[in-house]
Nanobody
Framework: QVQPVESGGGLVQTGGSLRLSCAASGRTFSGYTVAWFRQAPGEDREFVTAIRLRGDYTYYSDSVKGRFTISRDNAKNTVYLQMNSLKPEDTATYFC???????????????????WGQGTQVTVSS
């Protein structure tokens, strides 16, 4: 129904910033929950943040709270992830995911999302 497409990854020094974009291809994100996950080599996929587009509720992992901000632009059908004060431990492939039946108790679980982007690499040097 909807295909997320991520962009904006790259190489940045410790303390720097990046903004990732997740654009919907096909149907819009309207009514969906959209989340960012990240995965480092050899590690499990980790929840980063999510936004429920109906009601505009946002959720953050403890590791990024205060540094990352998720937001939306309905006109562009895009969800953004603003990442500030980046640390080497933020290095990972970042994935955008979407689902239209995500319940609150499952919002941090990868298996709650049906639609996934291909990922964009974020590397933070030290």
């Amino acid at each position: 129904q909807v295909q997320p497409v991520e962009s904006g990854g790259g190489l940045v020094q410790t303390g720097g910033s990046l903004r990732l974009s997740c654009a919907a291809s096909g149907r819009t994100f309207s009514g969906y929950t959209v989340a960012w996950f990240r995965q480092a080599p050899g590690e499990d996929r980790e929840f980063v943040t999510a936004i429920r587009l109906r009601g505009d509720y946002t959720y953050y992992s403890d590791s990024v709270k205060g540094r990352f901000t998720i937001s939306r632009d309905n006109a562009k059908n895009t969800v953004y992830l603003q990442m500030n004060s980046l640390k080497p431990e933020d290095t990972a492939t970042y994935f955008c995911a979407a689902g239209n039946t995500v319940i609150l108790s499952s919002i941090r679980r990868p298996d709650a999302y049906y639609y996934w982007g291909q990922g964009t690499q974020v590397t933070v040097s030290s």
